[in-house]
């Protein structure tokens, strides 16, 4: 049968020997926290599911800033279901006032819960697409009926009967270039350039000391880094940012109701007083020039105004980006500029919110036009930095309640949000005195969502990076 196209197309009916979707497991994509959390609220639900780890271990992002101390106590990064699992299992919980490092979230919480799923996750299984069986986007007869494809990066093919994405945003971080485009030259001198908190006072360290290093960015990864940069002898530093000041990244200082996060912003404030730390402000890269060993990094403002730092070394703290790719051929309905979901975006929006202003949201405000497939965690809320880990662990509950039919759960999503003040700076104190200066990383590892102080209209942003 012949159409004005060429012959025209017939829709088929789903192979009959495939495996009916509810028979199937949910898959769920990342080893992380909030894909473990999925996994413990799946467990609790009695749901079949995989979890698909790309790197070789539990929390496998996480491990890359395992040097680093996050700002809230364990008492906010542990999720309700993993905790009963875990405990029902004979584990006792960590010094719930203690400010976890990377390392200590891994082997005190996230490690001890993946072994409890046993081979249910599955490590070094990355994900390189993700479609309906037998259907590309375009076809929309018995699409619902169909179970998900999911297509491993070494050949391996799964079914399911639904996807939660937890695989974040760790492995694409945004690019230096101030207008969102990566800057002339960037990948000519990507051996000279770190993307968020080297590990400058250890592994990292000779790559660092001695040497002129220009960190990008005004986020807390920035702050961390220049902190410890900070303290290596004979290093210059040189701190660049968009703004016209760096009001946004100083923060609260004693007003802060996460007392390590405004010493953060106090300590660096005093370094840049004192001159240790060269702050550039009103600085947009556009070029990277390399002369050997060394960068030159050109800024053009917006009227074409020109400026130039000259170093050594390039630390690029200028935050993440969502890459949808493995979905690119599922129905998804994202927000033109944050590419969270659309009913997400204006909840936060970081034009408008701060961490601790976005209000509790679930299953209803991340499902796409895709029934049965969901973003959680980091990636759900795209280029915005509000994300907090335990508005993660909510959505995770919210998302399974749905998968499970049990929609009254799923909507009635709360969010315990702890009054300013809740963090005991004589705590912080004592902690800092015993280990160094707790600090932190943008996004879902500040899991308590508490408010900074406002320091101004102009400051932009979230308070999270």
């Known amino acids: 049968m012949s159409g004005c196209c060429g012959p025209t197309a017939v829709e088929l009916e ?33 749901l079949d599911f995989v979890v698909l780890e790309a790197g070789g271990q539990a929390g496998a992002s996480v491990a890359k800033w395992s040097h680093v101390r996050v700002f809230s ?6 999720d309700s279901a993993a905790r009963r699992l875990l405990e029902a299992d004979g584990w006792s919980a960590p010094d719930p006032e203690w400010l976890p490092t990377g390392a200590e979230l891994i082997d005190d919480y996230l490690a001890p819960l993946a072994k409890l799923f046993g081979d249910r996750v599955r490590l070094g299984a990355q994900v390189s ?30 079914h399911a009967r639904a996807v939660i994405d937890a695989s974040g945003t760790y492995a694409t971080p945004s690019v230096l270039g101030a207008s969102g485009l990566p800057a002339y030259g960037e990948t000519d001198a990507a051996d000279l350039v770190d993307h968020a908190l080297p590990d400058v006072l250890g592994a990292d360290r000779d790559q660092y000391a001695g040497r002129h290093v220009l960190v ?27 703004a016209g000041n760096a009001s946004r990244t100083y923060g609260g200082g004693d007003a802060d109701a996460l007392p390590a996060r405004g010493a953060l912003g106090t300590r660096l404030h005093a370094h840049v007083e004192s001159g240790r730390i060269r702050l550039v402000t009103g600085f947009f890269t556009h070029a ?14 917006p009227s074409g105004a020109e400026q130039t730092i000259t ?15 493995i979905a690119d051929e ?34 209803d405000e991340l499902a796409h036009p895709e029934p049965g497939y969901y973003a959680v965690g980091v990636k759900s809320y795209g280029r915005a930095p509000t994300f907090l880990l335990a508005t993660g662990y909510e959505q995770a509950r919210s998302v399974v ?13 709360q969010l315990d949000l702890p009054e300013t003040g809740v963090c005991s700076s004589s705590l912080a104190e004592a902690q800092e005195q015993r280990v160094g200066l707790a600090t932190g990383i943008s996004g879902g590892l500040l899991g308590t969502p508490l408010p900074l102080a406002t320091v101004g209209a102009s400051q932009g942003g979230g308070c999270c990076g």
């Open 288 to 301: 990277i020039e390399r002369n050997g060993g060394q960068v030159r990094v050109i800024s053009r403002d």
């Open 73 to 78: 106590p364990w008492k906010y990064n542990i």
């Open 330 to 363: 599922l129905r998804l309905d994202l927000d033109a500029v944050l590419g969270s979901t659309r009913t997400l975006a204006p909840l936060i929006d970081p034009n408008a919110h701060s961490c601790g202003t976005v209000p509790p949201h679930g299953a």
């Open 129 to 158: 697409a993700i479609s309906r069986l037998g259907l590309d986007r375009v076809r929309t007869t018995g699409r619902e009926a169909a179970p998900f494809l999911i297509r491993l990066t070494d050949g391996t093919e799964l």
């Open 14 to 46: 789903p192979s009959r020997q495939a495996a009916r979707p509810d028979d199937l497991p949910i898959v769920v994509i990342g080893a992380g926290p909030v894909g473990l959390a999925a996994a413990a609220h799946l467990t609790e639900r009695g």
């Open 401 to 413: 309640a749905a998968l499970a039919g049990d929609w009254e759960a799923a909507r009635d999503v």
């Open 311 to 325: 170093a050594e070394r390039i630390v690029a703290a200028t935050g993440y980006r969502p890459d949808h790719a």
């Open 216 to 242: 990008v960015g005004a986020g807390h990864s920035a702050a961390t880094t220049l902190l410890a940069l900070a303290q290596l002898d004979d290093t210059p530093i040189t701190w660049a940012i968009r």
